[in-house]
Structures are given as C-alpha cells and as structure tokens.
C-alpha cells in the first residue's frame, strides 16, 4: 500500500471552516496543495523568510505548501492545519503559481 495522507481532525475542521472547503472535498483539498502548491524552494526574498519563519515555528519534519490563498502545514504527509496566506505575500505566491502552472 501506498504511502496514505491523512487530515487530521484538527486541519479538516481548520479547511472547512476557513476555506469553506465542504467535507467531502477536504482530501482532494489536501492532495492538491502536497501535488500542487508551492514549496519554500519555490520562493524568493520576503516570501521564502516567512516560510522560514514557518518552518521554525511549527516544528522539524515540517512539509509546508502555499496553495489557492492557504497556508497548508504538513508534518510529512498529514496535514495538521491550514491558515490564510497573508495579504502581504498573496501577489508573491499568485505569481510563482502562474509561473509553475505554465511550466
């Protein structure tokens, strides 16, 4: 069997309630943003030092995606919660997803 993602409990209520993200859609959700959002090597400059700052206040072993407006923190392949980008960095991460979706 392969290597299963889980949403805890935690992030499936954090998904549906700040993303209105409806329950049977959370894992499909959550898939996309591990397969599909934007990584800290995908970032530069300011954006790149938040998700640093990320990484070292949510702990080691940390796998952290920017995807559709959300912050998806991962502990591996379980998602554990899931916040709103700040406006700060939204235009930063609408342009690196344009640039990794045109390839």
């Known amino acids: 069997m392969g290597m299963s993602k889980v949403v805890t409990n935690h ?7 700040r ?18 959002g934007i990584t800290h090597k995908d970032s530069t400059g300011r954006l790149k030092k938040y998700f640093d700052y990320l990484f070292l206040s949510h702990g080691t072993g940390t796998n952290i995606r920017m ?21 700060c960095h939204r235009n ?4 690196i997803q344009k640039r990794k979706e045109t390839g």
């Open 92 to 95: 930063a991460v609408l342009k």
């Open 11 to 17: 992030a499936a209520e954090r998904v549906r309630k």
């Open 67 to 87: 995807h559709g407006g959300y912050v998806y923190i991962f502990t591996h392949h379980n998602l554990v919660t899931v916040f709103p980008i700040p406006n």
């Open 19 to 36: 993303a209105g993200i409806p329950k049977k859609a959370v894992q499909k959700n959550a898939d996309t943003a591990l397969d599909k």
